[in-house]
Structure formats: C-alpha cells, structure tokens
C-alpha cells in the first residue's frame, strides 16, 4: 500500500510515494540515497539513525514513512556545503569527536538541534540530551568536548555577526 | 620529529562528518539481493528434516539453500595469518550452514530474495524438526566424563596449554604466605555500533567479490577461498569504511557465506546484513573465564611461587582455538615476570560449550587476566598489611627481562606510570581522607597495572607491505594492507611516511580502502599491531622514496648525494633549497630524457615484539543502600613507547577505559539454561550510555622502543585492560567487600553488602 | 520494513472509533516506539494500524475548571516540557523525562505508556500517585476510569472493544498543596527500563503530614499504591524515624517477581531505600524540614 507524501528534505521539496510499511529511515537511505544516515539497531536504542524533523532529534528507524508528510527533514548531507562545515562539524573534527565514524552523524544532528535551541547546556545536561546516541569508540571523552566547543561557538556568534546557521 | 608526535586531525574525518564516508551498506550496487539466514531455535541438535518449499513458493524469493546446499568440509574462521605448520593452523570446523547445530542461532538455511523483507517472510515460512541433546554451558557439565561431544572427537576440548618456569610446589617452600582464590568473568560482546554486514559477486575477471566490514581482508580473502573449496587468488576481498570492529570482525563471521550465495546464484549481487541481534548472538563474544589462583609470597613480599588455571568458554565453534586463553596466562607472566626462582606454572582450557561463539575481543583474553590477577594482588597486599603499590613495584617485570615466548624487554616505564598515576590520583593524600568511614556513601581508591603485547611474534606471522606512489606534484599515495577501523592508522601512517620522506604531513593521501585486488599484502587490525608491524613497512617504503628523490634530484640538479636532504617537500643542499618536491615530481614524470616516476613497493617481516605497559588508577563512591557506583575520578596512564598523535592516542584510551569500565560494571551477555541469549539488544545489555560514562582521563609515559619504526607500542586494545580490577579494587577499598566475579552489578553489591552486614535484608510478608 | 498490513491516518476521535469499531484486529500507534518494535519483533504480524497522532483533541496539556486534562497522544518531551505540568504535577514530569533518551522522548507518549500496562512506565508511579482518571470513548460512549482500575494484570489493561484513552485527568484537589518526587532506579541512567520506580506525594500541615501517596512501579505485576504505609502517615508528625516505618511497611505491601532483569530480594531492598529517599525528598518539597 503506498501513499503520496510532500516534505522538505535538506532545504528542498520533494513528493513521493512512500509503501506504508517503510520507515523514514529506509526512504532517506534507499530512496533518497542520503547513506549518511545509519543503522545501527532498528529500535531507537542506538541513535546512529537520528535525523531532524521540525528541528528536534528523531530515531529515523521508528518513525513511519508516512509521518513525514508535510515535515521539515534535515539529514547530516545537508548540514555542510562543499567543504563548509557546520559549526557542529568542526567541532567534531577538531576535538577527535570522531573515529569509527559510525555514530557521528547521529551524533552531530542531535548535538545540532541543541546548538540551534537558543538554551545552554551544563556538561551534565549535554550527556543527558545527548544520552540517545550511542558510541563504542570514544567513551564520549571527545564528543562532549566537541559538543561544549560548538555550542559556545554558536552562542558567540549568534551574539553579534550570527553566521544565520549552525 | 617533525611530524611524529603531532595532534594532526584524521585524514577521514572530513568524511566522516559530512556523512560521505561510505560504510558497506552505503556502497550503491546494480541489481542488488538480499539474504536472510534461519537460524537453530534450539542450542544442541540436528536438523532432521527442513521443509522450504513453501519460502521457494514465496513470491520475490530468489534462492533458497540449506546444508543440503552448502560443501560439506569444514573450514577455520580466525583473523589469524595462515601457518605452514600444520600445528598451528586455526581449528577446521565451521560449515557454511549446518544440520548439525551447536548454538541458538546457528546457520541452518539461507533465503535470499528481491528485498530485506520477502527474505525475512522467506524465513519465517520455513519449517524444521530436531533432535535435540543436552544444553552444555559450563565447563564443568562439557568436561564431565560421558559428556556428550560438541565436536565429535573432541571430548569438548578445543585446546589446552601449559606454561611451566620452574616448579610451584618446590619453589614454594620458599614462601610464608600462601593464597588462594577464584575469579570469574563473563560474556560480553563488541556492540560496534556498526553491525556485521557483507556482500558478494562475481567481477569482470570472475571471481568472487565479497565487500565486507572486515578488519582483516586478506586473511578472509583465505577463509572464503577455503570455504567454498576454490583457488585462494579466485577470491577478492574489498574493505570499505569499518564502523567499529574490536575483534569481533577479526574473524570471517559472515563473509563465507554471502560469497556461496552469489555463487550459487550466477555472481548475482546479494547482501547479508545482520541484524542488531545477529550481531550479539551470532558474531563473536569476548570469553567468559573461570580463573583459579594459588600464590606464595616471601617474607619480604616477593612472589616466590605463582599457579594460575584457567577455564575459557568458547561456545560452539573453536574460532580462534586456544590462542587466547594463552594469552590470559601469558599475560600474568608479562606484567610480574617471574624473578630468579619463582615459579610460574600456568594451565589453561578452552572448552566447547552451546553458547554464542568467543573469539577476539579488545585485548584478547588480557582483560580476564589483569581482572584475576590484580585483584588477587590486592587482596594478598591487604592480606599481608603492604601498600598495594609498592607491593606491586616490588614485583612488577624489568627491563632486560625475557618472556616464555623469546621476547626481551627493552623498554619498560611500567613503574613511572604507576608512579605518575598515584600522583595524579593524589593517592596518599586522598587515601588518608578515606580512612575510616561510615556511613551508607563511601569513598575507595583502586589501581591496576597490565602489560600487553604489540602483535603476534613469534606465535604467528607479521610480515606487511607498503606502497608509496609520488604523483607529479610530489603529493603521494601511500597503500597498505593494513585496515582503518576507527583508531586512526591510516593518519599515523601519512605522519610516518611524511616524518621519513620529509614532507608536510598534507603530502601523503593514505588510501583507506582495501581490495586484495588492487592493495599490497597486510595481514590486518588487531593484535595491536599495525602502528609497529605496518609501520615499519611504511618507514621502509618512506625512506626508499627518500633515497630515490635524493638521488634523482642529485642526477638532475648535478648535487652531490651525500650533500642532498629533503626537508618540509623542498631538495636542499648545504642548508639551501634547491628545488621543490613538486617540480621534481613534475619532473620526475614528464621530462622525456629523464622521466622516471618515483615510487616503493616494499614488505617488511617483523621479529620483534614490544611490551606496552600501563596502569588504571580510579577514585569512586559507593551508595551501599542502592548497590551504585559513581566513578569521580579516572585516569589511564600508558607506556605505549613514542606517541605518534596525542589526540587519536587519547581517543584510544578513552575508548579503552570506557569499555573497560562497562566490563567491571554494566556488560554481560545473559544466556539461560536452555542457551537463549535474554538480552540481544542494546536496551538489555547494558552498554554505557553518555551520562553514564564518567570524564576519562589519559595521560602517557613515553618511552622508546629500538624495535619499533618511531619507538612506538600497543594502544588500541591496552586501555581496556585494567580498569575492571582498578575498579574492583576501589570498591573494595571503599565498601571492604571484596567482588570476585564481573560485571560488579547493583544487584551483585546489594547481595554482597547484605551478606557483609552492611545491609539488613528486607522481606516482605 | 515493517510487517504493516493495512494504515488509516485517524483525524478525528470518531473516525479513530469507527476505524477500530469496523476492524477488531485493528492497533492503535501513536508514537510507534511501542508498536512498531513489537511489529519488528514479529509479535504483531501483518499489523493493521489506526494512527491517532494527528487527532488535535489528543494532543496537549489544558487546564479545565476541575483540573488538568492531558492529552494522551503528547510526546514525553511536550510533556516534561509543559508549563502546567511544571507547576501543578512535576513528579509526571520527573517521570516522563526518564524514559529512553531524547529522541524515544520525542516520538513515545504518555498515553502509549499507560495503554500497554507495563508496570515499569515511567509515568505509572506519578499518575498513581496523582489519582489519574482514564477517559475512554468507544461506540458505546464515553467513560471515565481510576488509573488503579485500568491495569488489569502486567502488559493487561481494561480495554473495551474499540474503546480509545482519550484524555488522562486530574482533579486539582490531586495536585493542589501538593508536592515530590518521582525516583527511577535503572541500572543506566538513560536508555533503560525501571528496575524499580517510587513517587512520593505529599501534602503538609505544619510538622504533620496531612496527606500523602506512594506509588511504586515494578513492585507488583502492576504499578501499585502503598496504602498502608500512607495510612501509617497520614496525620503524623514527620520525622525521620516516621520515614523509616513508613519504608517498612511499603516493603511489606511490595511483591515484586525475580526476574533475570532483578531479583525479588535486590527489589525489596530498592523498595525500601526508595521509598526513605522519595517520602523525604517529597517533605522537603513540600516545605518541611527533614
């Protein structure tokens, strides 16, 4: 059974027919070919399958196709521009947030919609809104690390020249 | 050092961040099936009919195959190089899908079909009927006399192994004191976050492809050759990004066969991608061991007489054998090597079991090791009123040293690190704060210390090949077999090859991917080794490139040899900059009298083997009354020879101590008495979340080990080694209960507290 | 995929009735972190689902005459997040803001969490204590039940065919006066499921404890209410040694199963440390000094 859906995905339209079984996470990865977006369990435990819809941080894997109909979609491809990053992203880079690279996509979308929430967030408060994510190689040292640097970025410049994205 | 020693960032981070790495499953593939596999629902049996007519009816089903199907011989499905000597070969006894069954969740059958989910309804359409044995769980219950067999033949054994330095009971007329104790540790599982998925074709030169999430791919590229009973070189093993691997992808879990599914279905492309349970159940498990310890000390505190036994389960098949449970009771003997005298006689089994599988884990059977060991260390130091520590400095393996294996030591800052771990634990001054408590929260300080090895020598094989090609802009590829996994090698490697060659680090593109095809000879990531093994292949490869540009650029720019250098990409003599890499590469390769592009193509077989050494020291609280523990302060301190970059090299200990600390507290596998695994999935098993996971700290003792290409040791899988004692300790030191068996759970406290006394047990009416 | 036989996106409460009146085989999904992992599990084959998130009436938190009326499609996040329920029922906040992580907390919803019985959801203990009443509409009418009379045994709630939770209540006289604490032991601190849950409500009257409630979850197959031990309470001095009688009593009235999650004697005692720890907390809250 399939059903027509119109979303935004990465800042562009799009409409397709979803079947009604798939999740949102088979039509990023399978239809809109955004491979960024990872599998890691199929159940939400994991996180690697995070994306944002309407700016908060969804477990792609259960979260029925259909749903996102009418949805603002953003996915870890949208979030640099060439060689751009966001600010998330160099914080990631730059603090060695990253090794087997699995989670970090995950990772960075979750930390993005804190960053962009206009709120501040303790070290205590980052591990919590971040406890969704789940990563073997880091011991999370360096992805708290990269999550304090990018909201203190952010928050410098939103104060005077707000780059309008982070 | 120039570039050695640098905090560069990883050269595939960029891709990492920007979603463009592409892992197995992102790879796009024309035509592409899909395969689910059915599973033994019982843990010891054999199929005695299967029906799948009705999975073959299912429409969008391409194939269905099961043992009837698959070649009948057996094959080995270690990540360990293949041995000449018949001895040493890995254990033969796997099937690519068996009547037989030996676990829950063993391959029976095969359904391979247009999409994930008509596989999936394949499988659940198909029908079996069994004769089932006993359930075999303990080593006790598959040791016992009449025990069934697992493998015929086998009498449950899969191996054993002895160690014997001198004579226990003559060495320890020597001693005072005497100890005995018992250690037990249990199944835990990688959990990489990236499960374990594969696929298969047959190329344009017709062989067999398989791209798979592999540490090890020439060693599989061997391992499905053997399975499906074809020439070796008909096989082709490609690796793409890995996400997270830890041992559990140093073995050909899946590989074998996805690679009999293409082939029984005319090369067409098809993938096995395991679920997240599929990865707990039926990858590899780290060993649940049972250790047994008697030890007699001097007077003056210097073990006299040393006797540590082994039990290890491994499961249903022998993966890779006893390897391991060697290395738990090498490992005891590398950290305190035995003085003048005292005697090491150690005695290990690895027994077959109807559990999920063991094989490489993270520190392949040191963590076990250091758990019984520094434990016991404690409780003899308590026992015998000696600060734990010096008890341990009094003991602990110097330089000059030589293990059972032949491997001399010849650097050690094992003591330093002990040493700069109380420091920066401020031990003395926080021990006297903790003296004395009462009260439901306490305060403990533990420590544990651990030696580990840098590779396979000269157990097995190191041999690894480099290549270096210089483009025509002096910018170079470096390839290697060696596998990125995540630790970052494949940076190391480009800061190698630029250190030696003398360019800036940008200059060298490590190329990440290997294709048996395509790149040189690399055995793979594990043992911790590829820093050292590959290293020294890479620094080879380097410094022909070097010798090369030197020599081109003195024919070409009439310079003498001995006078040419080549420092941050530009040719200098005497002092000055002659000419740049870039236009001696251009050169190189488009001047038509001269041209001669530059590049090396080198293998280097290591014969060393350098010890690193570490220690865990930890400061927690114990909240007697709910059985919690709260880490507050953590701190890994490694003797890992040079440190090539601190940032990786932290990431790797933080990655180590994180997984090291799940191992004391949070992991374990639990399987019930008929062999089903209870928690197969990342809410029940309990790997630490992030606010779970206390701030780690790491911090290095450098030394220089002349073996090694840039001084450097291990440091991938050591820091997992001693947190779980250090832990344990630290309970012990807080609570004075002492906790013998892992993971340390609320419940495991709340029971040992009660029988301590330190709890009035409740009962309700 | 999932195993999803037949989808009708609900947009009204009559037309979400209707749809389950027409279908008995039919399930209701709201957020999915429920459903759609016993559909992938293969415990729900060829699921037939009536979707209700997108009903309006469902979702939110609004203040009635008589109290508050919650919506039972409102993610766990809105929830934590609501106002009212900062100011009236913080304890239903502390507990749903303990439930998986942030994205589960997003997507799960407190009406799923009461409609599948399990005597660990984290808003069970809270609701208990808070005397929640269900209000269920089905082609018979409408209703209104005691959260204590829905949950029928574990995973068993009292669900009459084609019947939908559409609003969870509370009398201000529940919350009014009232303040505590929702305590989640788990072996995680997120990601988990409740090991065991306690909520202590408590009003006071000077140094006397005018009222007070225990909930506990996974103490029995269902949530349940310590009634004895705040009959024992209610009306005396509060105290430390009045807080330890009562964990004794609470003790007595738990009956927790050994599970391979838990034994029933490590429960027992998280009962009782618990419950000290929620009753005094809940104290304090409420104004005492203890």
Known sequence: MEQKITFTINGEEKSLYVDIRESLLEVVRDRLELTGTKHGCGVGECGACTVLINGEAFDSCIYMAVWADGKDIRTIEGESCGEKLSVVQTAFLEEGAVQCGFCTPGFIMTTTALTESGREFSRDDIKRELAGNMCRCTGYQNIANAAEKALQTAKECCGENCCGKH | MSVIGKSYKRQDGFAKVTGRARYVDDIPVNGLLHAKVFRSPIANGRVLSIDTAAAKALPGVVGVFTYEDAPTHSFPTAGHPWSLDVHHQDIADRRILNDRVRYVGDEIAVVIAKDEYTAERGVDLITAEYEEYPVLLTPEAALADGAAEIHAGTKNVVGSFAINIGEFAEADKQSKHHFQAKFTVPVVQHCAMENHSAYAYIDENSKITVVSSTQIPYITRRIVGQALGIAWGKVRLIKPFVGGGFGSKQDSVLEALVAFCTQKLCGRPVRLQFTREETFVSTRTRHAMNMYLETGVTDDGILAARKFDVHALNGAYASHGQSICSKTMTTYAMLYGPKTGCAYNAKGTTVYTNMPVAGAMRGYGAPQAVFAVESHMEDIARELQLDPIEFRLKNITELGWVSPTGIKVRSIGLKECILKGRELIKWDERKAQYANQSGNIRRGLGMAAFAYATGVFPISVEVEAARIMMNDDGSMQLQIGATEIGQGSDTAFAQMAAETIGVPFEYIYVVSHQDTDVTPLGLGSYASRQSYSTGLAVRKAAEEIRAKVIKYAAANWNLQEGEVDVVDGWIMSNGKQIVSLAELALHSHCNNKTAAPISADVSHNPDGNPTAYGATFVDLEVDIALGKVTIKDIINIHDSGKILNPQLAEGQVHGGMSMGIGYALYEQLLIDAKGHVLNENLLDYKLMTFPDTPDLKASFVETYDPAAPYGNKSLGEPPTVSPAAAIRNAILDATNVAFNSLPITPQKMIEGFTAAGLITPKEAN | ?290
């Open chain 3, 1 to 290: 995929m999932y195993d999803i036989k037949s989808y009708i996106n609900a947009t009204s409460i009559e037309a979400a009735v209707s749809a389950l009146a027409a279908n008995p085989n039919a399930m209701i999904i709201a957020g999915g972190s429920d459903v759609l992992i016993r559909i992938r599990d293969g415990k729900k084959p060829q699921a037939e689902l009536v979707c209700i998130r997108n009903i309006p009436e469902l979702v939110g938190v609004t203040e009635t005459t008589t109290g508050l009326r919650i919506g039972p499609a409102t993610p766990f996040s809105k929830i934590a997040a609501n106002e009212l329920v900062k100011k009236y029922i913080p304890i239903l906040a502390e507990g749903v803001s303990q439930v998986g992580g942030p994205q589960v907390r997003n997507v799960g919803t407190v009406g799923g969490n009461v409609s599948n019985g399990a005597t660990s959801g984290d808003s069970a203990p809270s609701l208990f204590a808070l005397n929640a009443k269900l209000e269920l509409v089905s082609p018979e009418g409408k209703r209104v039940v005691a959260i204590a009379d829905f949950y029928k045994g574990p995973g068993k709630v009292d669900f009459k065919p084609a019947e939908l939770l559409t609003a969870i209540l509370i009398d201000k006289s529940d919350y009014q006066g009232y303040r505590g604490q929702y305590i989640k032991y788990s072996i995680r601190k997120a990601m988990d499921i409740s090991t065991l849950g306690v909520c202590a409500w408590c009003k006071l009257d000077g140094t006397k404890i005018a009222d007070l409630r225990i909930a506990m979850g996974v103490a029995a197959p269902t949530p349940i209410r310590s009634r004895k031990a705040e009959a024992a309470a209610i009306g005396q001095e509060y105290s430390s040694e009045l807080i330890a009688k009562i964990a004794d009593i609470a003790v007595s009235e738990g009956k927790p199963r050994t599970s391979w999650r838990a034994s029933r004697e490590f429960r027992l005692q998280l009962i009782h440390e618990l419950v000290t720890r929620a009753v005094a907390e809940a104290v304090r809250r409420a104004g005492g000094k203890i």
